[in-house]
């Protein structure tokens, strides 16, 4: 019994983390399906939302005590409201320039503007980490059991858990209808299969483009926030190895493949809590770049990418 | 001087530069607004909405100068931003009683910034308005861009037609250095750093500039050769303790150890991965980079994790030690250079044997990359970045081209990495993040791809400014990414990028044939 309660702890913890890096991945993938370039700076926009959510919720501890679902609902929306300034910036200042230049130049920026953003942040906030103090407490007991040293050993979905979850599976739904029922998810999609073509039918690809980035920003945004409920404190950071981790998402789901990004993300997640809960907690980054590099080899397109075809 | 703006552009004008403000408070008004404060028990908000405001003055001025050069009202800006900057420079060099005290932002660093930004607004205004007064010079936009670039293009092809007589002009200018008066140990210190990144850079540029593969992992091999040469050479290394050996290795027998080592790590890395596309590729070298950096922190065994391994001897000179007799018990049967030579121990000689060491270190690589690229395998590396699908129709085979590519790479990231080792006599996993891996990269690319030239001077621009200007203390890292995004947008090929055939069969002429044929 004791040990399925571990497994259904591991399991629960892995879904959680999973669905951080499944919020950011999509970030990525989204922008590389659509310029076909890796946002580097995408994991430092994470890391500004985190910093953001914590700067709200004080804001409104301050300001007293405000009804916590309203706080959390208020955090959200000013979280992806000023992140997402931040990446409509971080396309308009730094990439929109770059796009018909060689692959290797975007990337360099997007790394400068990655090292950029550390350090501004790190100025402006301090390079100590910043601490939040539970906000949701609580949760359903779901097994009672005694481990090997006979001490009793509870699994229980905290409340914050059950948000974590419902509010990706919302943000999930939302999103898909937004690509595939809106206007701009059609403009988006014909931006990506082939940008000139949709501008010479009458599509503003700058602003889809943007938008993209905005939409990305967004979600990482509710990543941030996540974050900051789950794990209660941040740095500068925080962004560099949850932007690794989440590409890696990316590109184990099939880089460009919506569904592929978060389902990515969930695998990242529970590969690293199973690793570090059954195995090895030092080395489960390693984990995660073994399978990385597993999937590559046998499968380079990721789980649901399409295979694409070279012409000459 | 009226400003003169036509009506129908007014309300565009002043959407432009609500924008602008709204954009730049919606940025800054969160984290610059409020700062979190550490207290006891907690934490807590500062306001700092002067910041906030100053900022979006800063954009709305900056802007407003855009839209009048747009508009052709160079004088307005010329004189405006001079008597901005004026007041500024002025101010900020006689003291604390001038415009600088009522400014909101305390900061030195950032009054100069905007002291430069207004400057440069001037100049460039005023260069503009002088351009206008000639009859023929039409007033384009595009026009001044353009020709930034066109000189700069001019420059590239010039230095690299004459990259022999610069190369030779360089060296001899880095082999007297030392000796130059007014060259202290700071700053021969400096140069064997620059000079540890022009080799690494140059290493890089195998991989990425020949090759054309994306290595975002570059500091792991750097890694595996600087943990080679330590683990076999400081006596407080686990693995010589666990030998029984109760001396290290020297650094020349060492080092090409350290080499193989970084080669065979790089073959190892690259035999399954290197099939993969360009992206790909530099997201499984950033992830093998990483796994380096967690294996070493965490294998306590072999590497001390955290601890790192210290104690690292400088190399020996014609078998003779160059310690001082600082640590009487592993050097009491030992002689030293100085002692053997009847010099006083000097830290300076020290350096400077660094120096020719690193120095002779970067040439060997810069000479075998020329080499190199006259040779099958390196024109095999050079068609293989142009054109794989051609590459592999015409019987190369191109993972094992790629291999060998990667391997060279790597050793000579080996080779630098045992230097870092013998210089800093310490390392630990502290030292290969991945930042070093991007600054190797940053280098490479800035340099402009494949140009051996450009890699020196990028080198110089990324490590030997930010070292110099070590006043800027915790704003360097902010300004090398800024800078790293500007030269980028400026020149997005690269400073030195020139890129022509390294052969050509029959001439020009058939290369125009095939060029039309295709």
Redesign the interface.
Known sequence: MYHVAYFLDQLINGVTLGAIYGLVAIGYTMV?GIIGM?NFAHGEIFM?AS??S???F??LG?AGGVWLPLAILIVLL?AM??TA??G??LER??YR??RA?????????A????????????????A?N??L?PQITGGVEVVNTTNQAGQAYAVSLSYLQMLIIVLTIVLMVVFTVLITRTALGRAQRACEQDRSMAALLGINVDRTIALTFVMGASLAAVAGLIFMLRYGATDFFVG?LTG?KA??AA?LGG?GSLPGAMLGGLLIGLIEVFFAGYFNL??K??A???V??LV??FR?TGLLGKPDI?K? | MAVNIPPADRKGVLIELGGTAL?VF??T????G???K?ISG????DLRFVDVASAVAIAIVVRGWLILMRHGHYRIVTVSAAAVAVLLIVSLLFGGAGVQTWLPFKAKLLQWLLAILSAGFAVGSAVRMAREGRPAGSAQDGAVPDEQAALMDRVSAQVQRNALWIGAILFLAAAVFPFMPGVNLQYLDIAVLVLTYIMLGWGLNIV?GLAGL?DLGYVAFYAVGAYSFALFASPDSPLLQDLGWTEGVSFWLCLPFAGLMAALAGVALGF??L??????L???T???G??IR??L??FYSLTKGPDGISNIPPPSLLGYSTQSKMDEETLENTTEFHTAMGWEFDQADTTILLYFVILAMALATNFFTVRVRKLPVGRAWEALREDE?ACRSLGINPTNTKLTAFGFGAMFGGFAGSFFATRQTFVSPESFT??ES?VI??IV??GG?GSQIGVVVAAFLLIGLPEIFRELQ??R??F??????LI??WR???LLAHREPTIRMHGRRARASTGSGG
């Open positions: 590389y890796i500004i910093f953001v914590l700067i709200v004080l804001l301050l000013a409201l000023f300034v931040y409509w910036t200042v730094a320039r770059l230049s060689p692959r290797l130049a975007a990337l360099i920026t790394i400068g503007m990655s090292i950029f953003l550390q350090n501004y942040v790190q100025l402006l906030q301090g100590r910043k601490p103090p560099f690794l590409f890696t590109v880089i030092e080395y980054d390693v995660t770049f073994t990385l590099v590559l080899i380079p070279e000459v | 954009v919606a940025l008004v969160s984290l610059v409020f700062h979190i550490d907690g934490i807590t908000l990425v994306l399954p991965v099939r993969l596309r360009g992206d790909y530099a997201i499984v950033l992830g093998f990483e796994m967690v294996t922190l965490n699908i991945f930042i991007a990269l940053a690319v800035l791809f915790e704003y890292m902010l090398f990414g800024g800078s790293m995004v980028m947008l997005p090929a690269g």
